[in-house]
């Protein structure tokens, strides 16, 4: 059931109904109600991958509790690496068995050897990389002490299954949501009329933006070999804004839906584009993901307290992890080295935390430095985009090689290049609106701040109405970060 | 929470008179005449696309119903006939295009699967609610609907355009086929020869569902047999030997297949455009046809 459905629509009212006005706002109905829908949810994918997830929660369940009441040190490393090794198990075998088994493969038939290492017909299972790290934080909180085991079943299913971020994410954390999960929730209208505004903008987002960007990247990078390098260049911030509208479009959605239910959710973007550096840049995107590595893999491998050889080992790794995690793929690895190179001299300069706050804070416009740096690091990522989106390393070569040739100064030409006007336009429209919501949760926040409803109500309608005329109806696109 | 339903509420009531323009509109300029279903008097069918239309219902004469609807693709053919067997229908023959653009990758995607869902049955859908969504919930949220948003936009951007174009932009636009000029035909055709066979590959599903359809009436001992429609000369010429093949599919399960491409290569006053008959020719098309 995606987010931008007839179903979803349906599926939502139902839910939000029943939760407010059938429960008697009683704690445990409503988490009760909570859990089935989100089973329903995930069921409407595959039904037969919730096994999967209720095993992954029954075992973190109960390894929490084990690692809780575990009186001596050895019994409690024991039971957390027993779940950690079952859960990396699981997204092991359903995410990278055929890598590793095609990688081990080629590497032998390069030294002389013949391996016949059989590749698996493996269905990934939606969202199994988000609700495995969401069970991996829960259950590492408790060995670090940092939080006491949930005792409710029915309160701990919810944590890991909450339907808004089931599929992917944000990421949660324990010491954020379990709270708010065993807290008794009142109807907050506030929140609730901006849970609506915020999904809206997440429609907009997915369906105007990244929709439309999807059907010209896509064109441009299936049949790169025939096109311009103004072209190809024009093809990657195609996807560059087709990422970035998906991944947090659906973010926006998530968090909104789970405000109509009372939750805060992790914020997981903040305008990232906007960043002046790498260093920035990764505070901004995927913001939960991020957080997660850096409290669950850097800070444990040392973080930056072991010298700077430390710190730069760190930095690749985390980044090296973080592309593997997206997919099984030499593309996403290299899109995550990419990453590290570029955070590299931040690291080494120790200058990776010298823009913390939002760019040109209080002002309508940036310096001139402020939009230099912000176009390189812009240009940077698009870069790295390259890698992201194609579908092989060799494929990834050509584009780049493609780009930087003779044609790369003449005037971008592809089927559709008319029509494509219409986005571009509405893409800088979009910006433009970013830009001015910066300060915000998200851009259309701002408009809260706008004291004449019929403004308010007309602002809604153009965007409702712009996504009616102007949304990609051709046929429903999944949103990019399912299939990790 | 009662100012929040009351605001919610409101903004549905938008949505919903919102709806109910574009429902109307699809009702007036999509919908109509689609669900015009054959009195049961009737035993044998024409189903074709657009190439169809020319007959009309001059094919009533031979006892024939035309029941060809504008982008009608196999997938929607498929669910006329199932829907005539289901209703009891007694059927002895199906006449049905086979034209070279029949497995188009185009026709797979510009089809009528949203019109042509009213004939079909629950058993089609894996669920009652994938059955409700599709025939009924889709069609009254008609902003659900990606074509008739399509055509709803097309036709404001056609109302709005007369305010600042002016009139016969295009001197060409009404002057009939063979009244035309040999290089505007050639322009024109070459537009249509690239929306219908811009790709170099046949569409897998179409031939699936072809192959589906030739079972079907050999379960249900109907007779059917392939028509190619008559084109004119230019379209011929510039076609050269391009087919995705739907007749030889016909003809390989040993069904007949009826070629009257080139009955009007030299009656460039048979036909409408590129590749679509007048009523005129369609009238004689369907003497030829069916007066056996």
Redesign the interface.
Known sequence: MLFNSIDFAIFLPIVFILYWFATKKNLRVQNILLLVSSYFFYACWDWRFMFLLIFSTLLDYFTGIKIYESTNHRKKMFWLWFSVIINLGFLGVFKYYNFFATSVANGLSLLGFQANMSSLQIILPVGISFYTFHGLSYVIDLYKNRIKPERNFVDYSVFVSFFPLLVAGPIERATHLLPQIRKKREFDYSKAIDGLRQILWGLFKKIVIADNCAEYANTIFNNSAAYSGSTLVLGALFFTFQIYCDFSGYSDIALGTARLFGIDLLKNFAFPYFSRDIAEFWRRWHISLSSWFKDYLYIPLGGSRGGMWMKIRNTFIIFLVSGFWHGASWTFIVWGFLNALYIMPSIIFDTHRNNLDTVAKGKLLPTVKEISSIGITFGLTVFAWIFFRANGMSHALSYVSGIFSASLFTLPKFIGMSEALTTIILVVIFMIVEWIGRENQYALEIIKTVRSKVIRWSFYLVILLTVYFYGNFGETVEFIYFQF | ?K??IL??LS?LL??LI?NGVVLSFANLHYYKNYDKKPSKNYSSFIMSDSHGLPIGDFSEEFNVYNFSAGSDSYFDIERKIKYLIENDYKIDTIYMTVDDHALSPHREHANNLDRSVIYSSEDEYDSHFSYL?EKY??YY?A??Q?RV?TLF?QYLKENFKHIYIKKNDNPNKDVPWYKLSENERIKRVEIRKQAQFGSEFKSKKLEETLIEIINLCRMNKIELIGIKFPIPNTYVKILGDKNFGADKVLLSYGVTVIDSKLIFIDHNEYFKNTDHMNSKGGKIFTKILLDK
């Open positions: 929470m100012k929040f605001g919610v903004f938008i949505l919102f969504r919930i889709k949220l902003i659900f990606p948003r936009k």
